[in-house]
């Protein structure tokens, strides 16, 4: 597959390079991003809290002359205080907080753009949809990026057709991720990936077909087990009711099952419904998510459940991330929020303020994991800096169901300022 990639790519560029050359202005975009964070993490289990204070830079820039662009950027993560298990910096004895110190190059791509087509060849942010199965990971220090061309065609109305081949992706392990730590954190996860989706505008919404077929590389089951073939598709729009008040709606459903070299024999369902109301400041938010689980799946002992291995995992399923790999029992998420948006403060601004409330249980074997409440604030200061402060609270129900089931608090407060 790897020299279809190559020529997959060697097309696409051959097809940018015909289109009718016109003399253009060479245009420098710099790259300047930095974030300074601090994170706890007290977790039932460790006798210590997790203490993290890390710095996030990237640096770099984007060169382009009419359609054509190349864009090249570094990352840095350094940890000012190492109090905490990084996943890879084998302190066992606090909770992970998983911002290795690493230095890499993030995204370098080479990209022809028009309004009809876009394509990009080389390593690159990919977040498809609302992330639920490729995204970039941005919460985390160190982002998730492909190696990968991707075809972005919009020639017709209303119509997109998104289409990627990834051979490998840049994990948030950093440079010392190894495949050999238990669980297996690797720098790079290589193997012949697809993503396709297929989106149709409506005046009610967007509808899009996807399929996502992942096929790994990596000779570590805890990495084989992730190859498998998802096919759905999803509905997401919104509806003005009145001056100030709009009604926003999401469904969607897909299918998964075993791929490639999975040792493991499965299906599993995926659902997710959620409804949104604006009224004015406010916004209402309550959502269901299922995850289902297999109890027949055969090379796995307990049942194997859909997982969704690319995805930006912390937008979902609460921001204790304590199901970042879901429990052979499947999941079920129920969850309601509430938002409150101030336009200003002072000259700084809008702020935002939100809560939500989840209660997650099994698929399978009525399981109830436990509970879980998410708070966070948010405020532009200015054109380039924002600040936050963000809580979540995990309260595990019953004897434990799954490795690293146990009572977790964690706290962050966080400033970015990007150029």
Do not use: C
């Not at 081949?165 to 290589?190: E, H, M, N």
């Not at 998802?230 to 008040?245: D, I, N």
């Not at 009572?407 to 300022?417: E, G, V």
């Amino acid at each position: 597959m790897r020299s279809v990639y190559l020529s997959l790519s060697a097309s696409a560029l051959a097809a940018a390079a015909a289109a009718p050359a016109l003399a253009q202005d060479i245009v420098f975009k710099p790259i300047v991003e930095a974030r300074l964070r601090y994170e706890t993490v007290d977790q039932q289990g460790f006798g210590r809290d997790a203490d993290a204070v890390t710095m996030r830079v990237r640096a770099g820039g984007e060169i382009s002359s009419g359609p054509f662009a190349f864009l090249a950027e570094a990352e840095g993560t350094l940890a000012i205080d190492e109090s905490y298990n990084s996943g890879v910096n084998r302190k066992s004895l606090y909770p992970v907080i998983p911002d290795p110190e690493t230095v890499e190059a993030n995204r370098v791509q080479i990209q022809y753009r028009t309004k009809p087509l876009v394509v990009t060849l080389g390593r690159q942010r990919i977040n498809l949809d609302d992330q639920r199965f490729v995204g970039s990971v941005a919460w985390r220090q160190n982002e998730q990026t492909f190696d990968a061309v991707r075809v972005e065609y919009m020639g017709i109305k209303d119509l997109k057709l998104d289409l990627t081949y990834a051979i490998s992706a840049r994990t948030i392990w950093g440079v010392d991720g190894s495949k050999f730590l238990t669980p297996a954190r690797p720098t790079q996860i290589d193997g012949d990936d697809i993503f396709g989706n297929l989106s149709y505008k409506t005046k009610y919404g967007t509808l899009t077909g996807f399929a996502y077929l992942i096929d790994e590389d990596e000779g570590v089951p805890a990495l084989l087990r992730n190859s498998s073939q998802t096919y759905g598709a999803r509905f997401a729009g919104a509806l003005p009711l009145a001056k100030k008040v709009k009604l926003s709606y999401l469904a969607s459903y897909a299918r998964q099952s075993d791929y490639a070299k999975n040792p493991v024999d499965y299906e599993a369902d995926y659902a997710a419904a959620e409804l949104g109301l604006d009224i004015s400041a406010i916004k209402l938010t309550a959502g269901y998510e299922l995850l289902g689980s297999d109890a027949s799946a055969s090379g796995f002992a307990g049942g194997f459940a859909f997982q969704t291995p690319f995805a930006t995992l912390h937008k979902f399923n609460g921001w204790a991330d304590k199901f970042l790999t879901t429990p052979g029992t499947g999941l079920q998420d129920y969850y309601g929020g509430i938002a409150y948006t101030v336009p200003k403060v002072g000259k700084a601004g809008p702020l935002v303020a939100s809560f939500t409330f989840h209660r997650f249980s099994s698929d399978r074997l009525s399981i109830h994991y436990g509970d879980e409440y998410d708070a966070q604030v948010t405020l532009k200061l200015n054109k380039r800096l924002s600040a936050l402060v963000k809580y979540a609270d995990y309260q595990r129900e019953g004897i434990a169901s799954y490795a690293g089931d146990a009572d977790t608090k964690k706290f962050w407060a966080q400033i970015d300022y990007a150029l």
